[in-house]
């Protein structure tokens, strides 16, 4: 009885600590940005229409890092473990998903629309000389636009990821695109990633092979929408 005793407050306590951490960075995340402004855009955009990536297919795998500890900032950013496209781009990723089906993979999403407060947080924190690697707040992100996805493979035999040349996030030359290291197999699937998103509508980041910008991204606004308000 003792032992179920302590276990239970154990959950509970770690169960607490992660309300903590939330409500700490959805506060600092408020504060944020109520002490700035978007960027001021002139120009005539189309109404933003982001979708849910899994509603529109449910066999999108989700790993929304940025809900969790495990990113590069150490904490969660978002309160909601949730991936959003613009509905053309989420057309065109279920299309990729599809192709890459018939090969034994299925796509791993870490990451889609971004507020903008979010990219403020992760250019502030960044070091000068990992600038590349983040957005700057000053001309947003694509993510910001709802036109940016991050993402990988997963066997869908296994469920297991893919691995690559590079970690998701990692700030080095690993996460370059044409990076030569890694294994024969890890080049080989990274690219296949990349053939296949850019024959639908994508073209990778320069400085990581996860991150593919849709074509049309310069036809949305920046936006600074939590996803609580997204339906």
């Known amino acids: 009885m003792f032992k179920l005793l302590f276990k239970s407050k154990l959950m509970f306590d770690l169960s607490l600590k992660n309300c903590t951490t939330v409500f700490i960075m959805t ?21 933003s229409d982001l979708v849910e990536l899994i509603k529109l297919d ?6 929304i890092k940025y809900a969790t500890n495990d990113n590069f900032t150490g904490k969660p950013v978002y309160t909601e473990a949730r991936a959003f496209l ?5 057309e065109s990723l279920v ?3 599809k192709e890459l089906q018939s090969l034994g993979y299925g796509l791993l999403i ?7 407060a979010v990219t403020k947080i992760f250019w502030d924190i960044t070091p000068k ?9 000053r001309e947003g992100s694509r993510h910001n636009r709802g036109c940016a996805i991050d993402l990988s493979l997963f066997d869908l035999s296994t469920g297991e990821e893919i691995t690559m040349p590079g970690d998701y996030d990692e700030m ?9 290291g890694g294994s024969d197999k890890q080049r080989e699937m990274r690219d296949l990633l990349r053939s296949k998103m850019e024959s639908n ?11 593919f910008d849709f074509n049309d991204w310069r036809k949305y606004r920046i936006q600074n929408i939590p996803f609580s308000e997204i339906k």
């Open 129 to 137: 000389e990992d600038k590349k690697f983040v957005a700057d707040p």
């Open 172 to 180: 080095s030359e690993r996460s370059f695109p044409n990076y030569e």
């Open 86 to 90: 613009q509905r053309p781009a989420a």
């Open 27 to 47: 506060c600092f995340l408020f504060l944020n940005s109520c002490s700035m402004k978007l960027p001021i855009e002139k120009g005539d955009f189309k109404d």
């Open 201 to 211: 509508g994508f073209k990778v980041y320069e400085y990581e092979w996860w991150h």
């Open 95 to 97: 299309k990729v998903n």
């Open 110 to 116: 870490f990451d889609g629309y971004r507020p903008w």
């Open 58 to 63: 449910p066999s999108f795998k989700l790993d």
